[in-house]
């Protein structure tokens, strides 16, 4: 379970879960060779060298690595991994494994260099694997499923899960080793706050259910940990009655401390939105990116105008689910809410959508994106955890410095508060001491023959924040270092490496 500058405390520590902590630049490596377990009859016609399949297990929708496996285990039942992990387990010398989902890592964190990676994939069965119990509110999902299936299937029963994130084609086994987040988060807390119960097969190859009640060390190591742990086969997830529609409100600033104060107070708001995010918009040309359909285009050329004009500017998106016992009252209570924000008067743009729609909205994007070749492309991503004492500097000193001044910037820039209330210390996830603090998201799409520039612009980023002594937080991390893991986990570290 430990990637290469983890400490291994033990020889369980076998598996690579969703952690790779070097960089491998997109090179052709040497083709590695693979152990006898490819002759091993528990796997026959399941474990495969073949150069497809190990080629496409060794890239990932970041495109900035390329990371061999030995070979790529398609299991058709939990105990086919079981199997093998504990096949490394006995071995004397044992082997990496990485599970794999939709492979939406951005760093090689599902890759197993000269291991075995899981195709976890490869187990959905569209007869099983999402139990929904309505008088229980909760659904027994095998972690394979993406959250899109999930979804697809609770509001069978007009049920859902509560907490989300802003892309639903992502397996409920990755985004719960690391979090999940989205503008749901400020309500409802991240995806591992709403989790009840995982069946977890760990480091030795045995299989165990835990809780907040049963083997609950576990438990509450698993959920943000990275994979470290152990690989999560299965996860109770909270429910709640599903509403029908989102009303769906975006509005513009160019005041940074008047959109942060916005944000922050209408989180604080008991019984509220549903929903909040913001994010920024760069004096980089049009709003052309995935984001462009959220303004209608006969309003493209003022909100230029204004960008032009103060360089930055900020977007405050906010959601009010309903159904038809609640229609009646929504649209008096989004007025209220915009006659108390201090957005720019005459630029607020307003949705009216399913709830589905809505949650799927990045999809409509995607599509577009792939349309024209431009999604399966380097996505140098920087995801943070800035704390609120720090994210006016951190505005100053990024998005109108660092930013602005290098002019590189392509895709969406998030930046929207989160209370630590919602979250619990007993997980993984580090995140910063402060009662509120920002997710800050530099989703960034690149070209193969560019994408070091953005990841240059990432280092630059970090190294302001560590010069400032902001303790900002990555998510989604990577390092480079032991040293920089236990500077990420900080007073979680020992906690961590105990476990």
Not at 66 to 78: F, Q
Not at 244 to 273: C, M, N, P, V
Not at 343 to 364: A, H, M, P, Q, S
Request: contains cysteine; hydrophobic residues 40%; proline residues 4%.
């Amino acid at each position: 379970m430990a990637s290469n500058n983890f400490p291994s405390q033990s020889h369980l520590l076998v598996i690579i879960i969703f952690i790779t902590t070097l960089l491998t630049p997109i090179t052709t490596n040497t083709s590695p060779q693979p152990w006898n377990i490819l002759s091993n009859d528990n796997f026959a016609g399941k474990l495969t060298s073949a150069s497809s399949s190990v080629e496409a297990a060794s890239i990932d929708f970041g495109h900035v690595t390329k990371i061999l496996p030995s070979a790529v285990l398609n299991p058709s039942s939990v105990q086919d991994i079981i199997d093998l992990i504990k096949l490394s387990f006995d071995s004397q010398s044992s082997f990496p494994i990485a599970a794999r989902g939709h492979g939406h890592s951005f760093r090689g964190q599902a890759a197993a260099k000269d291991g075995v990676v899981v195709n976890m994939r490869s187990m959905v069965n569209e007869d099983r694997g999402i139990k929904v119990s309505r008088t229980g509110l909760y659904a027994d999902v095998d972690t394979a499923w993406l959250w899109i299936e999930v979804l697809n299937k609770t509001l069978e029963l007009g049920l859902t899960p509560v907490s989300w994130t802003d892309y639903l084609y992502l397996t409920v086994g990755g985004t719960l080793s690391n979090g999940g987040i989205s503008g749901q988060t400020s309500r409802y807390g991240p995806q591992i706050s709403n989790v009840l119960e995982l069946d977890i097969i760990t480091g030795k190859g045995e299989i165990a259910t835990c809780s907040n009640d049963m083997n609950s060390d576990l438990f509450y190591a698993a959920l943000g940990g990275l994979g470290q742990f152990g690989i999560i086969t299965r996860a109770r997830i909270k429910l709640e009655l599903a509403p029908k529609r989102a009303k769906w409100l975006r509005f513009l600033y160019t005041d940074f401390s008047e959109f942060t104060r916005d944000q922050e107070r209408l989180i604080s708001e008991a019984g509220g939105l549903h929903f909040l995010e913001g994010s920024v918009m760069l004096d980089h040309g049009p709003p052309d990116n995935w984001r462009s359909t959220y303004y209608p285009p006969s309003d493209h050329l003022r909100i230029v105008s204004m960008i032009k004009r103060h360089r930055v500017i900020y977007c405050l998106e906010v959601v009010k689910y309903y159904d038809e016992f609640s229609q009646h009252s929504v649209n008096e209570e989004m007025e209220e809410l915009s006659e108390s924000l201090n957005f720019v008067r005459g630029f607020v743009y307003e949705k009216d959508v399913t709830y589905i729609d809505f949650l799927n909205r990045v999809r409509t994007g995607e599509l577009n994106l792939k349309s024209k070749g431009q999604w399966d492309v380097p996505h140098p991503w920087l995801n943070l955890f800035v704390p609120k004492s720090q994210i006016s500097r951190f505005d100053y000193g990024v998005f109108k410095g660092i930013i602005l001044r290098n002019n590189i910037t392509t895709g969406p820039l998030l930046v929207y508060p989160m209370k630590r209330i919602m979250w619990n210390d007993q997980m993984s996830t580090a995140i910063p001491e402060e009662d509120v603090f920002y997710a800050v998201g530099f989703l960034r799409s690149a070209e193969f023959d560019n994408w070091e520039a953005y990841d240059k612009e990432n280092m630059e980023v970090l190294m302001f924040c560590e010069d400032a002594k902001m303790d900002v937080i990555q998510y989604l991390p990577y390092h480079a270092s032991q040293e920089g893991w236990v500077r990420h986990f900080g007073p979680r570290w020992n906690t961590f490496v105990e476990r």
